[in-house]
């Protein structure tokens, strides 16, 4: 198995750049996706393949990766983006989220 | 548009199995895996395992080996997950989500309680 690391918590002013990290060997070799979570509710795809952003999710949500660490971040972050963020990778049969970083802007 | 339905919360005792249903809309059901993710109550996301709904074929999290079987019935488009044994740290939300994590079902919730 592996795991995927990520801060617990990242806190930012309203208009001010997020930026949330995931490390982890796999990185190296694999792609990584990343997830928004507001309470109550499922969690909604906001990166794939490292960079890539599904349609719909705001441009200002954006995706970059590094030898073992991948990181997601938000510039300009609005109040509405607070919310619970995972990474997840997979190799051979097993996939793995990272343990979630709760943003607040604020 | 492509959407993944959830069968109703679950309330169920120590020991009992608990079996949860997706229901696929707006997309060929065979053409995608489904992959099931559980979440306790302020915990992270952990993956179960995943399903190929045109073959049958399962990929279970180690953890779950034993405990965990996933199923379909194409004529339905409807996922299936089924946990046995359950304990009380087994009260989480249940989610499907469609291969590539896109979407996700509204989720599931499951107490495990005596």
């Known amino acids: 198995s592996y795991e995927l690391t990520q801060p617990s918590s990242v806190s930012v002013s309203p208009g001010q750049t997020a930026r949330i990290t995931c490390s982890g060997d796999?990185?190296?070799?694999?792609?990584a996706r990343w997830f928004q979570q507001k309470p109550g509710q499922a969690p909604v795809l906001v990166i794939y393949?490292?960079?890539e952003r599904p349609s719909g999710i705001p441009e200002r949500f954006s995706g970059s990766s590094s030898g073992t660490t991948v990181t997601l971040t938000i510039s300009g972050a609005q109040v509405e983006d607070e919310a619970d963020y995972y990474c997840?990778?997979?190799?051979?049969?097993?996939?793995?989220f990272g343990g979630g970083t709760k943003l607040t802007v604020l | 548009q492509v959407q993944l339905v959830q069968s109703g919360a679950e309330v169920k005792k120590p020991g009992a199995s608990v079996k949860v249903s997706c229901k696929a809309s707006?997309?060929?059901?065979?053409?995608?895996?489904i992959n099931w993710v559980r979440q306790a109550t302020g915990q992270g996301l952990e993956w179960m395992g995943w399903?190929?709904?045109?073959?049958?074929?399962?990929g279970y999290a180690q953890k779950f080996q034993g405990r965990v079987t996933m199923t379909r019935n194409t004529s339905i488009s409807t996922a299936y997950m089924e946990l046995s044994s359950l304990r009380s740290e087994d009260t989480a939300v249940y989610y499907c989500?469609?291969?590539?994590?896109?979407?996700w079902g509204q989720g599931t919730l499951v107490t495990v309680s005596s």
């Open positions: 989500a469609r291969e590539e994590f896109d979407p």
């Open positions: 707006g997309y060929t059901f065979t053409s995608y895996d």
């Open positions: 399903m190929n709904p045109n073959s049958g074929n399962t």
């Open positions: 796999v990185l190296a070799k694999k792609y």
């Open positions: 393949k490292d960079s």
């Open positions: 997840y990778s997979a190799a051979d049969n097993n996939r793995v």
